[in-house]
């Protein structure tokens, strides 16, 4: 994790992204470092910008209005990547969150790389490989909130009485977890510890999680239904964690099993 006393710039493109979740988009920011400049893109006069109106001013985002000069085509990714450069060239920040699904910010996220900044993009699963790839980190929207659903059977929420869609028991949170983790590519658990040891036995959990980051810019425990990497290692047959405790707080530690 990044020194969290970073200032970050947070530009969120408002034709790409969901109002509903910016909460929990600022929460996930304040992972790497503070949003001092924060910024929400779009044409303000158009209804699909009104979800927004509610929350800019309660969550402190500054609204920049681009007209669509042309029909059927949005100015927005330019206005964005303009103002980008901008703050890039001001050294204002240390570096960018890019809220958005668009593949057209590839480019962006590629030269605050070359700049050496830090560089993380938040948007929805499918958001092209190319643009999750040019970024240091990059955060599935559905991984930040019920809000955003896609890879759940939503096909008869409606007609699930309440008491069916109550949270779930600790045997139905097991099963979620075992389907999602059926998923998971062990090769790259396997890689990243490998890359992690220096020939120590005991690696700090945090230090595979920025090689995992490094290998795969989007990987997420939550991806998995885990809610950190230490719950994630600890359902894995081949690794132990090592409770290890310093000045009273736990910072995990994984090994392989004998």
């Known amino acids: 994790m ?24 600022l929460e996930e920011v304040s992972k790497y470092g503070k ?47 303009i103002d980008a450069m901008d703050i890039l060239h001001s050294n204002s920040v240390d570096g960018f969150c890019i809220v958005s699904s668009d593949s057209d910010y590839t480019g962006l996220a590629k030269r605050i790389r070359e700049e050496g900044m830090f560089v993380m993009g938040i948007g929805r699963r499918l958001t092209p490989q190319a643009f999750v790839q040019s970024c240091e980190i990059f955060t599935f929207a559905e991984n930040l909130g019920d809000e955003v659903e896609d890879e759940k059977d939503t096909s008869n929420r409606d007609s699930k009485s309440s008491e069916q869609t109550k949270k779930p028991n600790s045997n139905q949170e097991d099963s979620r977890k075992k389907k999602f983790s059926s998923k998971l590519d062990m090769h790259l658990i396997d890689r990243a510890f490998e890359i992690s040891s220096d020939e120590e036995e005991e690696i700090h959990i945090a230090k595979i999680g920025a090689s995992l980051r490094k290998i795969d810019p989007s990987f997420d425990p939550r991806s998995y239904g885990f809610r950190n990497l230490t719950e994630l290692f600890k359902s894995l047959d081949k690794y132990i964690v090592v409770r290890n405790e310093v000045n009273g707080l736990n910072y995990p530690l994984v090994k392989l099993k004998n």
């Open 35 to 81: 949003a001092t400049i924060r910024r929400i893109y779009g044409d303000w006069t158009t209804p699909q910008m009104n979800s927004w109106k509610e929350v800019i001013n309660l969550h402190s985002f500054s609204p920049i209005q681009k007209f669509a000069y042309t029909t059927g085509k949005n100015s927005t990714d330019s206005s964005l990547i």
């Open 2 to 25: 990044r020194d969290t006393k970073s200032n970050l710039a947070v530009l969120v493109d408002g034709d790409n992204a969901s109002a509903k979740l910016i909460k929990e988009i």
